[in-house]
């Protein structure tokens, strides 16, 4: 065993959560740990962990950016022709996870991917920067390419092609997570970690337990 892993730990001690002091929806005390992380100004605070599985339960992970949720789920944006475009089509159960070290948070979902609508996918894109909007036509993602000097040329050919009105492309778009379990994690002392899992039985309502650590 490398002692020098092994002896990494941390003692987590910041707060604790509590089945009197929770919202009775899950979203609720999303929306609350949510605005804790922002205002903690903790960098990147949108990033989450994306599992994916093929079919066969061949599982893949990444990182994507958060860029948007309400009641119906979670939102992120990516080419549908990607490896996870790719293996949400054919398996759309997903998982996503925040872990928020500042705070001594984690929060794990579980749900359902769906495709968003397309004036949704045009609203996120045409709020992106020129070069990001340029990078979605550029990069065939996930594809091997040669070299660096593909993406280069795309770039050039694609700006030359649209100029400063740069359309969506078909292949690019967002999904929404749609949540059936969602699970709060705080750290505590001794590795006694407080661990509360909402399950939904139906629309808006969820069951509520507590998960050993």
């Given at each position: 065993?490398?002692?020098?892993?092994?002896?990494?730990r941390?003692?987590?001690?910041?707060?604790?959560?509590?089945?009197?002091n929770?919202?009775?929806?899950?979203?609720?005390?999303?929306?609350?740990?949510?605005?804790d992380?922002?205002?903690?100004?903790?960098?990147?605070?949108?990033?989450?962990?994306?599992?994916?599985?093929t079919?066969?339960?061949?599982?893949?992970?990444r990182i994507?950016?958060?860029?948007?949720?309400?009641?119906r789920g979670?939102?992120?944006?990516?080419?549908y022709?990607?490896?996870?475009?790719?293996?949400?089509?054919?398996?759309?159960h997903?998982?996503?996870?925040?872990?928020?070290?500042?705070?001594?948070?984690?929060?794990?979902?579980?749900?359902?991917?769906?495709?968003?609508?397309?004036?949704?996918s045009?609203?996120y894109?045409?709020?992106?920067?020129?070069?990001?909007?340029?990078?979605?036509?550029a990069?065939?993602?996930?594809?091997?390419?040669?070299?660096?000097?593909m993406?280069?040329?795309n770039?050039?050919?694609?700006?030359?092609?649209?100029?400063?009105?740069?359309?969506?492309?078909?292949?690019?778009?967002g999904?929404?997570?749609?949540p059936?379990?969602?699970?709060?994690?705080?750290?505590?002392s001794?590795?006694?970690?407080?661990?509360?899992?909402?399950?939904?039985?139906?629309?808006?309502?969820?069951?509520?337990?507590?998960?050993?650590?």
């Amino acid at each position: 065993m490398n002692r020098d892993i092994a002896d990494i730990r941390k003692n987590y001690s910041l707060e604790t959560l509590d089945e009197t002091n929770i919202a009775g929806s899950a979203m609720e005390q999303f929306t609350i740990w949510w605005e804790d992380a922002v205002k903690s100004e903790i960098d990147e605070v949108n990033a989450m962990t994306l599992a994916t599985a093929t079919p066969d339960g061949k599982p893949s992970a990444r990182i994507v950016l958060l860029k948007d949720y309400d009641e119906r789920g979670f939102v992120f944006y990516t080419n549908y022709k990607s490896n996870k475009g790719h293996a949400l089509d054919a398996n759309p159960h997903a998982a996503l996870n925040f872990f928020w070290k500042e705070l001594e948070r984690q929060i794990r979902i579980e749900g359902i991917a769906e495709k968003v609508s397309g004036p949704e996918s045009d609203e996120y894109f045409f709020s992106r920067p020129a070069g990001s909007r340029i990078g979605a036509w550029a990069s065939p993602q996930s594809s091997v390419i040669q070299n660096r000097e593909m993406l280069d040329e795309n770039v050039a050919k694609y700006s030359k092609q649209f100029g400063d009105e740069i359309p969506r492309p078909e292949h690019w778009g967002g999904f929404r997570i749609k949540p059936v379990i969602i699970e709060f994690w705080q750290g505590r002392s001794n590795r006694l970690h407080d661990r509360i899992r909402y399950t939904l039985i139906e629309k808006n309502k969820w069951k509520i337990e507590r998960l050993a650590p």
